[in-house]
């Protein structure tokens, strides 16, 4: 029987996390312990070593991810791996997990098999409490928001009007929509409000953008919080809470430490939202981890167009950072479905169907080289695959002269990944300098339809009113000149998550436009998204346990 | 000019958390290091040790507190760094300040002057994360809840009967009344509900009371959370959460291990309410400590008629626990206050006040030798204070055979409770067996009436009409036998704030009856208790800041 992957996990030898830091050259004096396999890294490790020159960046994406699975954190931690045998120093830098939707469905992830990062139960669960400072941190903003208009509303904010949410780090649906603030005087006034889950926090959209506690403490102070009765913006700094937004956030800054199975080491900081933020791990930590080894591997959330493309014009940009090579990773499987099967059939060899989902795959390559990047696609191997359905995509990304490596990560851990490794060395060695797709300082209107257009392959854009409205606003404010962050459904290129393969001639609805002032970006909404998910009829929590000598079950 | 305690507390010489916990013969395999001042001590020390014979209890109460502050803490943490100086190896055990009055009225408290526990930053801030977990876990539960009714309602659960709330670690008191569950048939059944802070929750007080991670699961499965539309009571394990929520916890429950100015090992953990709840540290922490030295010196929450009271009628008789003696805390200024001085008087002598005010310590001395343990009365000395009204205060004690002893550990730290020290030892080495006060196989109304005339000095209890249909609900399924956590005003003996000094022949009404049957206590509430306090118009947040050097100012 197959083992799981909290079976796998608890069953590998860890190094203390001592001994995982020093293989990079870190001292106990550069770490906080937490526990004997996790540490954070203090920032003095980046400020020691700015002059030193960068490692090579390695980003891992996908295609529009499917029902199938493509297994995207897997490759990620097993490039790792594989670079580490191969002879390169290899940092791995990865997002955070949610603890809510660890009790929903997913019941935890940190990659699979053996290539996962561990303590995965840790990682998982409370970690080293970032997400709980994110959490107390939005919430004091929004305790000091309905505060100030009960202390008497010296600012006038208009209740109608506010725009900053609580959070929690949990899914429950009946937060989604609330009225606060009943029973009378001493509660305060009465209004609408709504809980996102902790991820959707601005605040996480920052840790993740900020290039240092400054940078953190001034980009909190810029969190567009709602309107005055006169319709001008209000900041959170009009509340003078910045100060204390920082000091909450004075550890979770710092990046985690934690290692693979093979012991190579990985920090795992930040992860924001892929839809209304921009789905990459922190700034810091990339950085912290480009000082660090020859090789670092990051991932970004969902498929290339949404994950990548942010990554690209979003964290690069405000990081500086360079990436040398770009590796999307998919599967016989889910290009199968991307030509039009059913997740039942998946399984049956059928290179018809390969041959009209692969489009998929060729429209995400065409993407990441307007980047002037080059990419090395990754087949994650099942043992469905059919000799015949491997050969073909084979064939194929040899007549578009594309690097394509198949990968056995889950089943053989690094080794499984060395092929790719060595792919990814070659286009790495010899890259030059990537650009973004687009000119900050553009509208808004101009930036959304370059990435519709040249991103998804759209023809046209279609605003709601209220987003005409908003993108006004935003423009008379002169708070535009900031890159788009595009929230849109990741199971196609278009805003359909119908429309599988590579869609053409279609139209993009924007319903709403919001400006994450803080994070420095402009999130652009099509259709319904989601940031507070719920529990499902059998949550994953009715599945876990603990006993008294610490063996845990449900987490998988 | 003084300096704040930050200041102390910042330029004190701290050692690793390491070479504190070699002082009391823990290894680094004993300890989970949380940076390098901060460590969660294994539950296998505990286990390992439990054939050895207990260090000596010693508990830090108080008169009924008055505006003038009497120092509890303070004392504690002076008397712990005397009693090692004069050759007894000490270990204090305190509670984890909450995080969201920090920013409130509050700033931030843990001791004061030169008898701190350190980093005072870190403990008012997250800590090494107790508070987040227990905000997580009881909100799990919350959600399983909602979820549970949103699903089909198997249970067929009452909403308009839920008790379980949900909690945050914030001061806001606009969540005090929330309507949850708006918006249409996706985000659930619609129904009233509030947050409390975190400290108020069910679970912060299991924490404190459960001896094991076993224990601890079956008291979250025991929590009663609402009515079925039968009537009857539904609990936590039939949503079968219990798991999940243990799983929570499994860092949590372990006791951390800090350092006061002096280097004196601090045990903190757990911090409940002191009305809703015991208000106590944790049964763990106090047990883990009374094996790791010759003596333990804890406190509990407001004066000696709540907080003692419930330390030796509660936590005691669930721990196993036997101290050893009692010091009760007194200033000068809050007698006076208890004579009727206003507090812009108090620093005047004035001797005649002093009488009138000593009824109160004297009534708390009376009420600790009920449980057959010798009060030790500390004098927390202050500038102002006359050398008559110290007098006064010595012979009155003398002459009711009940130790005193001066004590400047604000200003010296150590040796300023050194006095304090050889009393408390004299007493402490001749004590016998504590007794509670009352069988817990009593009615609900008796043990409240034993409570209200032996330790108040009532004469009667009159019950609201929910108090007397709650109580018999109680009896009617069994669930009384359990000891009584009285929630009343701290400033008096009575229910009524106003009334100072040693009132007598006064009623105390009880509004409403609540079972805690996952603690494993019946919450009696008299008056109106806040269980979700609200900022001030000028919240101690906007004088917080942190720079780049990691400097902090506004926590005093």
Known sequence: MLKTDIQIAQESTMLHIRDVAGKIGLSEDDLDFYGKYKAKISLEVLKRNKDKEDAKLILVTAINPTPAGEGKSTVTVGLGQALNRIGKKTVIALREPSLGPVFGV??????????????????????????????TTNNLLAAAIDNHIHQGNALNLDIRRILFKRVMDMNDRSLRQVNVGLGGKPNGFPREDGFMITVASEVMAILCLATSLEDLKERMGEIMIGYNLQGEPVFAKDLKVQGAMALLMKDAIMPNLVQTLENTPAIIHGGPFANIAHGCNSILATQTALKLGDYVVTEAGFGADLGAEKFLDIKCRFGGLNPSAVVIVATVRALKHHGGVLKAD????????????????????????????????????????????????????????????????????????????????????????????????????????????????????????????????????????????????????????????????????????????GAGFIVCLTGDIMTMPGLPKVPAANLMDIDEEGNIVGLF
């Not at 992830?109 to 959490?135: C, R």
């Not at 194929?396 to 990944?417: C, M, Q, R, S």
Request: proline letters at 3%.
């Open 346 to 517: 998946l399984s049956t060899p059928n290179v018809d169907a390969l041959k009209k989902g692969i489009v998929n795959l060729e429209k995400q390559i065409e993407n990441i080289r307007k980047f002037n990047l080059e990419p090395v696609v990754a087949i994650n191997r099942f043992m469905s695959d059919s000799v015949e359905e491997l050969q073909f995509i084979e064939e194929f990304l040899n007549n578009i002269h594309v690097n394509v490596a198949l990968t056995e990560v889950w089943e053989k851990g690094g080794e499984g990944g060395e092929a790719l490794a060595h792919k990814v060395v070659e286009v790495a060695e010899k890259s030059g300098t990537y650009k973004p797709l687009y000119d900050v300082d553009k509208s808004i209107k101009e930036k959304i339809e370059t990435i519709v257009k040249e991103i998804y392959g759209g023809s046209s854009v279609a605003y709601s009113a209220q987003a005409e409205k908003t993108i006004k606003e935003i423009e008379a404010m002169g708070l535009h000149k900031k890159p788009i962050c595009m929230a849109k459904t990741q199971y196609s290129l278009s805003d359909n998550p119908k429309l599988l393969g590579a869609p053409k001639n279609f139209e993009v609805k924007v319903n709403e436009v919001k400006l994450s002032n």
């Open 106 to 135: 997913k019941g935890g992830a940190a990659g699979g098999g053996y290539s996962q990062v561990v303590p995965m139960e840790d990682i998982n669960l409370h970690f080293t409490g970032d997400m709980h400072a994110i959490t």
